[in-house]
């Protein structure tokens, strides 16, 4: 049964809510991996009473849902407060939308949830009251130097601590986000991590982020057990090479950019988008291979080369074709077209990679190169849903690659090896595993018997 929320693109977010709650039928069926993650964290934070843990989720495996449900249930219905951190705009969104669609699971015991989104585009810290149950904080604007006092303000506002939940916890190892944690860790809060992804980092930044998390794995499963139960899709993963030489063009300025920030200069994915034959290279590839990938997802440089693409898939034969950004006020109507199955293609910029779910996405194209882990993530993930969640069996990943000497480009295959297979959590009551590494895979062997080289 599919239990994913149906997230649309936003049009009118409402930063603070006032909810009334009410006696109302279960939001959801959890597949067994969710209830088992919900059992390991009564074990773990309430039974064991330990402070800090991580669940580790594949993308598509639920780690929103599977945190909210269990916090309403067993912090806000108990009069706790949660300070929920992400990193990014729709990851907030995203748990935000979560936490008002389930809040009625803190009924009967609490009658209304406050609910408030703090990231400095509207609410502020200043706007956080003493009745606000869940605060969603962005990440980047809590760390500011005039921001830091909100902890202390926070932590004086109830006679406990909130319980702190870190999205994409893997990233946590920032210095300033470290600091802020450990902070709010010494205040008393607990810490809950949410990753989908194995911790690709130095030996000195997992010793921090083990020492932040206490080593703690409250509960893990890998994406090959998700697609085999049919939760997820089995990913099918090909790469169009499109011979095009973007470096050779690129200037000095271009080149700096790319030297400091490892990322690309938003003047070169322009020049990237506008590029003729390889525009006219992917809409081939899809009109070449249309009824295998059925409803796609593509993802573009920016805006121009998003109308682009859509200009050319229509002059292709593909007429059921258009695009969305955070500039298009009818960004919603279209997104909802395209989950109702009215578009075969829809090509975005930046906003269907996180709170949006249409299940029936069946391929997802590349079309715009990426450093970011957590942004090539969310963009696999976006096709992933198996059959058990109205998906389907196969995901296909097309990613369109340049050539490149400078810039180490991501694809789908790094991001799928995340969710390399686990060892599968033993059934028995134990302590949490701690983590560490073996090789490049993320692993659960506790970490005195470790023998990784």
Known sequence: MNNAPRYLV???????????????????????????????????????????????????????????????????AKGGRVLWLAPRRGLLRQAFATFKRLGNLAHPDKKKLDLIAVSGEGMKWSNVSP?????????????????????????????????????????????????????????????????????????????????????????QISRNTLSNLGILATPSTETVKTQVNVEKDMDPKELAHLARYGDLATTVLNRLGQHAHRN???????????????????????????????????????????????????????????????LDVIVNVQMLTEGFDAPRTRTVFIARPTRSESLLV?????????????????????????????????SPEYALAGSAPLRRPSTRASPPRRWSWCRSSWCATPIDSCRAT
Do not use: C
């Open 10 to 76: 936003p049009s009118a977010f409402n930063p603070n809510e006032h909810l009334v709650l009410k006696d109302a039928a279960p939001p959801l069926e959890p597949y067994d991996h969710q209830r088992a993650t919900w059992d390991g964290m009564t074990r773990h934070y309430l039974e064991a009473a330990r402070p800090a843990g991580m669940v580790v989720l594949p993308t598509g495996g639920g780690k929103t849902i599977v945190a909210a449900h269990w916090l309403l249930r067993n912090v806000v």
């Open 131 to 219: 009745d606000h149950d869940v605060i969603f904080a962005s990440v980047q604007y809590s760390v500011l130097e005039n921001n830091r006092g909100f902890v202390q303000e926070l932590l004086a506002q109830r006679s406990e601590p909130p319980f702190v939940v870190i999205d994409e916890a893997h990233h946590a190892v920032a210095p300033q986000t470290l600091s802020l944690l450990a902070e709010l860790k010494r205040s008393g809060a607990r810490l809950l991590g949410l990753t989908a992804t194995p911790v690709r980092m130095d030996a000195q930044e997992e010793r921090r982020l083990g020492a932040l998390f206490d080593g703690a794995i409250i509960h």
């Open 280 to 342: 006219k290279l992917i809409v081939e590839q899809y009109v070449n291979h249309r009824t295998k990938y059925g409803p796609t997802i593509v993802f573009a440089a920016d805006t121009l080369h998003a109308q682009t693409l859509v200009d050319e898939f229509r002059r292709g034969g593909v007429p059921d074709a258009d695009y969305v950004d955070y500039s298009r006020k009818d960004a919603a109507e279209i997104a909802e077209r395209y989950r109702r199955g009215e």
């Open 378 to 410: 969310q963009m696999v993930g976006r096709a992933m849903r198996g059959p058990r969640a109205g998906g389907n069996e196969i995901a296909y990943l097309v990613t369109f690659l340049d050539t490149w000497s400078e810039f180490d480009v991501l």
